[in-house]
């Protein structure tokens, strides 16, 4: 069974669209985050929520909202798409916020055109 | 905030020999250190850690050392082999903050 799942696997989608990538994790954890890997593999953290609650909300333009209906759910929408947003999406879980291991979905590749 | 350097960017070993890669972090809170393997195309994984109360930890072919002082931490591969081959991240967690290297990819050829 997948422990983190992300969909859609690729997206591709002209400027200006607004999309959503979706994570599910069948773990029990309670922090789930997304993490953007660009063209030169760069990982960088997006957003973490801990029991739904959001905790981290780096220097990320607001035209990307993260919405956690559940613990088990991270979910992220994108509006106003630009080219520059092209990159692989990870959405990953771990049990806590610190000092442990982080599971990471498959990732997501959006290509904006 | 937090800053974590990553070096080398690329590096090409001969299978059987070592490979080592350095990290170093600036925020002294910082007390949780994992690295992560990234296959090529594969999500990332976590292949080993290590927290601020130890030195040293060992797996098999690897291990990873942490100087606390100096703010640095290192992986060491010993006896690679082709199935190494991939870019490994180092990170630094404190609380919720959790910053990732910027990556080094590993080549080890037969």
């Known amino acids: 069974d997948t422990a983190v799942s992300q969909t859609p696997k690729y997206l591709v989608t002209q400027m200006g669209n607004d999309k959503s990538i979706k994570c599910e994790q069948n773990?029990?954890?309670?922090?789930m985050y997304w993490y953007k890997q660009d063209s030169k593999k760069f990982l960088k953290i997006m957003f973490s929520?801990?029991?739904?609650?959001?905790?981290i909300n780096e220097t990320v333009p607001n035209r990307f909202s993260p919405k956690s209906p559940d613990k088990a759910h991270l979910n992220l929408h994108i509006n106003s798409l630009e080219l520059g947003d092209s990159a692989v999406y990870f959405c990953?879980?771990?049990?806590?916020?610190?000092?442990?291991?982080?599971?990471f979905g498959p990732g997501t590749r959006l290509t904006v055109t | 905030g937090e800053n974590v350097e990553q070096h080398p960017s690329t590096l090409s070993v001969q299978e059987g020999d070592s490979a080592v890669i350095k990290c170093t972090y600036s925020?002294?809170?910082?007390?949780?250190f994992p690295w992560y393997k990234q296959e090529l195309g594969k999500r990332p994984q976590l292949i080993i850690d290590?927290?601020?109360?130890?030195g040293e930890k060992k797996d098999q072919r690897i291990a990873v050392t942490l100087n606390k002082t100096a703010k640095h931490f290192s992986l060491h591969i010993t006896e690679t082999q082709p199935e190494d081959s991939a870019v490994y991240f180092c990170?630094?967690?404190?609380?919720?903050?959790?910053?990732f290297g910027s990556g080094t990819k590993l080549n080890v050829k037969p």
């Open positions: 990953a879980s771990s049990p806590r916020l610190q000092g442990v291991e982080q599971y």
């Open positions: 773990l029990g954890h309670d922090t």
């Open positions: 929520y801990n029991n739904k609650e959001l905790i």
């Open positions: 925020d002294s809170a910082s007390n949780y």
């Open positions: 290590i927290r601020s109360n130890v």
């Open positions: 990170a630094a967690n404190n609380f919720n903050k959790f910053y």
